[in-house]
């Protein structure tokens, strides 16, 4: 079974400054990664994917993230960050096999970005 | 592109009723869309996946009977959530897989509170 964990349930970081935001997933093959943005009371907006290729993706407001097969991680990041920024972040990973539940997606527990002026 | 509305956005029953959640696909075909539920500082929990034409395949512990998933057409799917109490509260989101975009992304809708009194 697909699982994800996502480490830091709450980071807090002052605006301009970088930012890490961690996921380790757990799959039998070659996972489909995702990481998406929720703000309150919204549904999510995707913020980059992963499906094969370049194991650094780029995706959109700035944020990258890195493939990382030796330590089944997805860490994502942002060089200098916003106020507009803070917001709830989900890192997911989507099954590859067919069937009925093709793209069924397992989530982490999500990080609360909190950004200080 | 890839639009996916939720209606209602905010509901509130008496207990003992029945409420009815849509999810459309706005400019595009959906095969299969997939029903989450999401607690609150809580990550989004896998309730089913539907898919057009056919039964909905339940997560384990979802009580079929009490959210019934009907997918009727490739651009709409609706949850009911029968016999409601208040336990049933929470923030129901659905998202929709593309058939023509390759199969593995999905778009989430906005979401919709349900508040059981």
């Known amino acids: 079974a697909q699982s994800v964990t996502q480490p830091d349930i709450h980071i807090t970081v002052s605006e301009g400054a970088s930012l890490e935001l961690r996921c380790n997933y757990s799959?039998?093959?070659?996972?489909?990664l995702f990481w998406y943005v929720q703000s309150p009371g919204q549904g999510l907006q995707l913020l980059l994917k992963y499906f094969s290729g370049d194991t650094l993706v780029q995706g959109i407001k700035g944020f990258e993230a890195e493939f990382k097969r030796s330590q089944s991680s997805f860490n994502l990041r942002k060089p200098s960050v916003h106020w507009s920024d803070a917001a709830e972040y989900f890192c997911?990973?989507?099954?590859?096999?067919?069937?009925?539940?093709?793209?069924?997606?397992?989530f982490g527990q999500g990080t609360i970005l909190t950004v200080h002026p | 592109g890839a639009v996916v509305s939720q209606h209602p956005s905010r509901v509130i029953c008496k207990s003992g009723t029945s409420v009815k959640i849509e999810c459309r696909s706005l400019?595009?075909?959906?095969?299969?869309m997939f029903w989450y539920r999401q607690f609150p500082k809580q990550s989004l929990m896998l309730m089913a996946t539907s898919n057009e034409g056919s039964k909905a395949t339940y997560e384990q512990g979802v009580e079929k009977d009490k959210f019934l998933i009907n997918h009727a057409s490739l651009t709409l799917s609706t949850l009911t959530v029968t016999s409601a109490h208040p336990e049933d509260s929470s923030f129901y989101i659905c998202?929709?897989?593309?058939?023509?975009?390759?199969?593995?992304?999905?778009?989430f809708g906005p979401g919709t509170r349900l508040t059981v009194t």
């Open positions: 400019d595009f075909q959906a095969t299969t």
């Open positions: 997911a990973v989507g099954r590859r096999a067919g069937g009925t539940s093709y793209g069924k997606l397992t």
């Open positions: 998202s929709a897989r593309d058939r023509g975009g390759g199969g593995y992304e999905q778009y």
């Open positions: 799959y039998g093959a070659t996972p489909y």
